[in-house]
């Protein structure tokens, strides 16, 4: 599936946004299911978000709905994630990952592989 290369984080304000970016090699990317996780210092590993392949159907953790957007470019390889209204407890490093269905963001299943993430500090 190649690899996987995240952007696009940085240090904000709470209330403030950030659009994160993966950017894909692959050429199924079309295909690919793929979603956001995110991990803080001393914390396991928790989904934020997925999408699925064509017709890429959104899914999301209920601590961001209403304030996050995946979306996905298939003809840039890229998926996106648009931050808005954030807050402290956002605060950690976000990878891209691809895995084999949304379900994982719930627990059930894994993820296949990740790039090497991207830090999201959220000041208060």
């Known amino acids: 599936q190649g690899q996987l290369v995240e952007s696009g984080g940085g240090l904000v304000q709470a209330g403030g946004s950030l659009r994160l970016s993966c950017a894909a090699s692959g050429r199924t990317f079309s295909m690919y299911v793929m979603g956001w996780f995110k991990q803080a210092p001393g914390k396991e590993r928790e989904g934020v978000s997925c999408?699925?392949?064509?017709?890429?159907?959104?899914y999301y953790v209920d601590s961001v709905k209403d304030r996050f957007t995946i979306s996905r470019n298939n003809r840039r390889r890229t998926i996106y994630l648009q931050m808005t209204n954030l807050i402290p407890d956002d605060t950690a490093v976000y990878h891209c990952?691809?895995?084999?269905?949304?379900?994982?963001?719930?627990?059930?299943?894994?993820?296949?592989?990740w790039g090497q993430g991207i830090q999201v500090t959220v000041s208060s």
């Open positions: 999408i699925s392949g064509n017709p890429g159907r959104t």
């Open positions: 990952a691809t895995t084999a269905a949304c379900e994982v963001l719930y627990g059930r299943g894994r993820y296949d592989s």
